[in-house]
C-alpha cells in the first residue's frame, strides 16, 4: 500500500458524460501527479499540482481539467467522454517539487481508477 | 521531445533463470532514472538512479544507470513466478517533475 488513495476503483459511463476522479496523496506529499494508461499508448503524464497550483502540464486534453485543493486532495474532471477516454487514471504523489537534492522525492501511485466509456 | 525506449518488450522465462532488461532514454533535462514494477494494480517503486547513484540492489534486483550510454538494465537472478509482471522504466527531468515511461517489459515466469 503506497499510501495514495484514489476514487473511485471503477467508473463505467456513457460517451458525452462528465466524471470526476479523486486522489488523496501520502500524508505530508505536496505534490500530485495524474497519469493515464491506455493499451495503446502505455503510461502517459497528464497534469502536476503542487501544493494547490499546477506546476506541470503534459498531453492533458482541452476536455480535461485537475485541481488540488487545500486539504493537497485532488480531482481530475474529465468531459465530453469519448471511447478513446477508456483507460486507467493513475494518481502519484511525492514530497515537493523536483531539483530538490533529496533522493526521496520519489512519485509514489494510487491504485487507480478505471474507467469505461460505453 | 523525451524518449523513453525498453528491451525486449515481453520476456518468458523458466523460475531460477537470471533475465537482464533494458531501458535507454532521451532526454532534455535528466535528473534520475526509476524503475517501477506493475502487476495487477498500480505501478510499484524498485529503484530510483541518479547521477549521483549509479547502482542500486535489492535482494534479487539490482540495477545500474550508464551515464554515458544513456541507458540502465535492471537484473532480477533466481527468478520467481512472483517476479511476473511489468517492469517500466522512467526518466524524470530537471525542469519539472513529470515522468516519461517506456512501454515497459512484460515479464513471465513460469514455474
Known amino acids: 500500500d503506497s499510501g495514495v488513495t484514489q476514487t473511485p476503483k471503477h467508473l463505467i459511463t456513457a460517451t458525452g458524460q462528465r466524471v470526476t476522479l479523486r486522489c488523496s496523496p501520502r500524508?505530508?506529499?505536496?505534490?500530485v501527479y495524474w497519469y493515464q494508461q491506455s493499451l495503446d499508448q502505455g503510461l502517459q503524464f497528464l497534469i502536476q499540482?503542487?501544493?494547490?497550483?499546477?506546476?506541470a502540464k503534459g498531453n492533458i486534453l482541452e476536455r480535461f481539467s485537475a485541481q488540488q485543493f487545500p486539504d493537497l486532495h485532488s480531482e481530475l474532471n474529465l468531459s465530453s467522454l469519448e471511447l478513446g477516454d477508456s483507460a486507467l487514471y493513475f494518481c502519484?504523489?511525492?514530497?515537493?517539487?523536483?531539483?530538490?537534492?533529496?533522493?526521496?522525492?520519489?512519485?509514489?501511485f494510487g491504485p487507480g481508477t478505471r474507467l469505461t466509456v460505453l | 521531445e523525451d524518449k523513453v525506449v525498453q528491451s525486449p518488450l515481453s520476456l518468458v522465462v523458466h523460475e531460477g533463470d537470471t533475465v537482464t532488461l533494458n531501458c535507454s532514454y532521451e532526454v532534455t533535462n535528466f535528473r534520475s532514472l526509476l524503475w517501477y514494477k506493475q502487476e495487477k494494480k498500480a505501478p510499484t517503486f524498485l529503484f530510483m538512479l541518479?547521477?549521483?547513484?549509479i547502482e542500486k540492489k535489492s535482494g534479487r534486483l539490482s540495477s545500474i544507470l550508464d551515464k554515458k550510454e544513456l541507458s540502465s538494465i535492471l537484473n532480477i537472478t533466481a527468478t520467481q513466478t512472483g517476479d511476473s509482471a511489468i517492469y517500466l522504466c522512467a526518466v524524470e527531468e530537471t525542469s519539472g517533475s513529470r515522468l516519461t515511461f517506456g512501454e515497459g517489459t512484460q515479464l513471465t515466469v513460469n514455474p
Open positions: 499540482y503542487y501544493n494547490g497550483e499546477e506546476r
Open positions: 500524508s505530508g506529499d505536496l505534490s
Open positions: 502519484a504523489s511525492s514530497p515537493g517539487l523536483a531539483g530538490r537534492v533529496l533522493s526521496t522525492d520519489t512519485q509514489y
Open positions: 541518479t547521477s549521483s547513484g
